[in-house]
Structures are given as structure tokens and as C-alpha cells.
């Protein structure tokens, strides 16, 4: 009786060993998730969105292993993003908070900002003014954001918000040269999100920096309900942005 409690112990290690080293191996290469803390991706993404990230997009960097180990030198099997990619990236000030954010400059690009328009290469970015998002601030109170389509060079459109054209900091910049291997990484919630403008805090992102790229959501809830209080887990579910893919 003893050999075989012994013997079925030892399956049940195994199993668990082996399932634990393929999900890291599969986070590692393929897919790994991550959720949105924080509004400077509305309207695209969400706080309580759930996405899975594609690791093999732009190639492995040491940032695509667990913990950032440093078996990776530099870059392999490297593809640069394309312009209106989603990407995660770790902050190039500390190389370890994950950020998200639209890829609109690659190397060599020069990027300003312009009275809230996006000129890429001194060519200014079009955009389209449609509906205007209403948000709710948790008291029943309405806020309005102008909404737009903006379209890259490339063709790629995507939704921007801003407060206005005129806010400080963010609406009229100076112009940004991005360096050779670096990115330039911007929200799509214009005027609430701390990006490549920010030099100090953020500045160009180095294409080794890159995690991967968003791809599909597939989980998302409004916060609702607390981690305890199963009843309300059905309300709180954003049940049409499940398995939306991120344009």
C-alpha cells in the first residue's frame, strides 16, 4: 500500500512539474496575459480589460523571459512593429513596469504634436471627429471626450479621445528625432496618458524593451463587484468586449 501512495505521489509531482514548465514555456514563446490598471488606452482598452499578448511578434529579448533574466542578449529573431501596433514594453527607466501603448514612430521618425494633431515626418496625421464617448464618474455624473479616427500613414485607424486641443504638455509638443532602434509609444487617451512626450518619465522605448504585441480580449469587467462577491461576478462582466481583437 505504502509503494503505491509513494508511486501515485510521485505521478502527481510529475503532472504538476510538467504542466507548470509548459505554461511557462508557452507565456515564454507564445502568449502571455496581462490587465489594464489604468485609463490612458480608452477608448481601445479598458481598466478591468484582460488581453492575451503575442510574445513571437517582434522576436525574443531577455524581457521575454520570466523575471527579465539575462539569457538573451540583445534581440532574436527581431521584427519591428508597425505603426498603430498595441505593444507592451518594460518602461525604459526602470526596464521592469509593463507598459501598453500605440506604436505611431519608428526609427528615424520625427514626432510632434501640434494643437492635438499627430504629425508624423512633418505631415500631419488625419483624423475624423465622430460621436463623442460618454463616460460615467462612479456618482452618476456624465463626461463627454471628443472622439476621433485617426489614420496613420500606413492606413491603420484606430479611436483617440482627447479633452481638448489646448491642454499643456500633451497638444503642442516639440519636435522628438527617435533614435536609431527606438520607438515612439503614445495612449490613445490623449490628454490622460504619460508616454514617449514625457521624456523624463518615459521617452523613446528601445525595440529590446518590447514584450509583445495585444492581440485579443479576452476577459473584462467594469469593477463591480468584489473578488467575494460571486453574486454579482454575471453583472459586472463587460460581455461584449470578450474575445474582441485590438485594432
Not at 482598452?45 to 525574443?60: N, R
Not at 527581431?78 to 527607466?93: H, I, M, N, T, Y
Not at 492606413?155 to 479621445?161: A, L, P
Request: hydrophobic share 40%; net charge positive; aromatic share 12%.
Amino acid at each position: 500500500m505504502s509503494r503505491k501512495s509513494a508511486g501515485g505521489w510521485t505521478e502527481t509531482v510529475k503532472t504538476v512539474l510538467y504542466a507548470v514548465l509548459i505554461a511557462v514555456v508557452v507565456r515564454t514563446v507564445a502568449f502571455e496575459p496581462f490587465n489594464i490598471p489604468s485609463a490612458s488606452m480608452v477608448p481601445t482598452l479598458l481598466i478591468g480589460d484582460y488581453l492575451f499578448v503575442s510574445k513571437y511578434s517582434y522576436g525574443y529579448s531577455r524581457y521575454s523571459l520570466p523575471f527579465g533574466l539575462p539569457l538573451i542578449p540583445g534581440r532574436v529573431f527581431s521584427a519591428l512593429p508597425e505603426r498603430g501596433d498595441v505593444a507592451v514594453f518594460k518602461l525604459p527607466k526602470d526596464n521592469k513596469t509593463d507598459y501598453i501603448k500605440r506604436i505611431v514612430g519608428l526609427p528615424g521618425d520625427r514626432i510632434q504634436v501640434k494643437g492635438g494633431i499627430l504629425y508624423i515626418n512633418d505631415q500631419p496625421v488625419a483624423r475624423e471627429r465622430i460621436a463623442d464617448l460618454v463616460e460615467s464618474d462612479g456618482f452618476g455624473n456624465e463626461r463627454r471626450r471628443f472622439q476621433y479616427i485617426e489614420t496613420l500613414p500606413n492606413g491603420r485607424k484606430h479611436r483617440i479621445i482627447e479633452i481638448s486641443d489646448r491642454e499643456p504638455n500633451s497638444d503642442d509638443t516639440t519636435v522628438y528625432q527617435v533614435p536609431k532602434d527606438h520607438l515612439f509609444a503614445m495612449g490613445d487617451n490623449r490628454d490622460n496618458s504619460l508616454d514617449s512626450r514625457y521624456i523624463a518619465q518615459v521617452g523613446y522605448v528601445p525595440i529590446e524593451n518590447l514584450v509583445g504585441r495585444a492581440e485579443m480580449i479576452f476577459f473584462s469587467t467594469d469593477g463591480g463587484a468584489a473578488w467575494w462577491e460571486f453574486w454579482r461576478w454575471p453583472f459586472s462582466i463587460r460581455f461584449g468586449r470578450l474575445f474582441q481583437g485590438i485594432q
